[in-house]
């Protein structure tokens, strides 16, 4: 009897189990294919850059299924396309707990942390994508990227060989990533390896020719070379390709000065300054002291006029300006201007010597004497002082 009364709640607890799946029906054929169309829609939307209207069909694809990782996945893309890193990281996080061995999730994870400056949560992330993916070349990429950074804020740390080891594996399985060899090129310039350097900057030119960063990079190691005439060459390209970066009219104004183009020089300069809306000091700097070797003093003293004015506390623009009066013959306030200039810097002797060359043009001699000899006693003291 008792065996009998077990098999009949059996049977009882079965026919209702039944129809509480009666209840919710199995999803039909007609509905699959219109949960799947929201997630095409939204990959379509994303190829299209779309970004809204691929929040939009992510949106209804995660309502259709809020297990679906594919939905949190192409949200977070979208969020991350449109700037918003917090929507994005929130998104990327869910996708990756419905779905823990995501490696694309894992690397859009890492690529959100390194905006945030965080190297150690990129190399968690990018370790867990190549994990999951091994053949993932923008993998090894970002964490060499993080190792490198992870170097520079902790110079304790050496990740050296470990960011140089993915980048080495990225090339051998992709030899046309220009994104490895740019990397290592920095490594390598890190390192002072510069003859490597060039030959990794060399190869990510030959593959991305109109990435403009990659000139400027490689134009630094000829400069620092002393091969002025290439790092020219380099300078001009990066501009053709990226004209509104005032820094690089100034740099490459620089190197017209070294090889003695001081025409050209003085026209970068200039470019630089308009490039800069005016606020390229550095650049009023450059043309101000070559506009006094060119006989230009009004400029020269206009220009570090607009030093000064920025900041008082400049004495290398207060010397330039008193040189540029002086020039002009103006020696009370070229007199006033060396003396700003000694007060801001007590002990350089050039601005003694040029305010006694001053005191001495103003009739001044027993001043001007003061100075030179305040001038020789600085020259012939010891530069670090013996303890």
């Given at each position: 009897m008792a065996r009998l009364k077990s098999r009949f709640f059996e049977i009882a607890i079965l026919a209702g189990f039944a129809c509480f799946l009666r209840a919710f029906p199995a999803e039909s054929k007609e509905a699959r294919p219109y949960r799947s169309r929201h997630l095409e829609q939204g990959l379509s939307a994303l190829d299209r850059k779309d970004y809204r209207e691929a929040l939009r069909q992510f949106q209804f694809a995660a309502v259709d299924n809020p297990r679906s990782a594919v939905a949190h996945l192409g949200r977070a893309r979208a969020y991350h396309a449109l700037g918003r890193k917090n929507q994005a990281l929130g998104e990327v996080t869910r996708a990756i707990k419905l779905d823990p061995k995501c490696a694309d999730a894992y690397f859009l994870r890492a690529k959100l942390y390194e905006s945030r400056k965080d190297p150690g949560r990129v190399v968690e992330d990018a370790g867990q994508a190549i994990r999951y993916n091994p053949g993932m070349v923008e993998a090894y990429c970002l964490r060499a990227k993080a190792y490198y950074m992870s170097s520079e804020i902790d110079s304790g740390k050496d990740n050296t060989r470990a960011g140089i080891n993915d980048l080495k594996t990225a090339i051998r399985l992709d030899p046309k990533c220009s994104d490895a060899y740019e990397y290592l090129g920095v490594w390598q310039c890190a390192r002072k390896e510069y003859k490597e350097a060039l030959k990794s900057f060399n190869k990510a030119i030959e593959l991305s020719p109109k990435e403009d960063k990659l000139y400027h990079y490689r134009s630094m190691i000829y400069s620092g070379l002393k091969q002025y005439d290439k790092a020219l060459v380099d300078t001009s390209h990066y501009l053709e390709l990226?004209?509104?970066?005032?820094?690089?009219?100034?740099i490459r104004g620089s190197l017209y000065e070294q090889i003695g183009d001081r025409k050209k020089a003085y026209d970068d300069y200039s470019k630089a300054i308009a490039v800069g809306g005016g606020r390229e000091f550095r650049a009023f700097f450059q043309r101000g002291k070559l506009a006094m070797r060119l006989g230009k003093y009004q400029v020269a003293r206009d220009d570090f006029n607009k030093i000064i004015q920025a900041n008082g506390f400049d004495d290398e623009a207060f010397k330039g300006r008193g040189d540029a009066y002086m020039a002009l013959g103006d020696y009370a306030l070229a007199v006033s201007d060396y003396s700003e200039a000694i007060s801001l810097c007590p002990n350089?002797?050039?601005?003694?010597?040029?305010?006694?060359?001053?005191y001495l043009r103003a009739g001044r001699k027993d001043l001007a004497g003061k100075d030179a000899s305040?001038?020789?006693e600085l020259k012939a003291k010891p530069a670090v002082e013996k303890i």
């Open positions: 990226n004209p509104h970066d005032g820094k690089a009219w100034l350089v002797p050039a601005y003694y010597q040029a305010r006694s060359q001053a305040r001038a020789a």
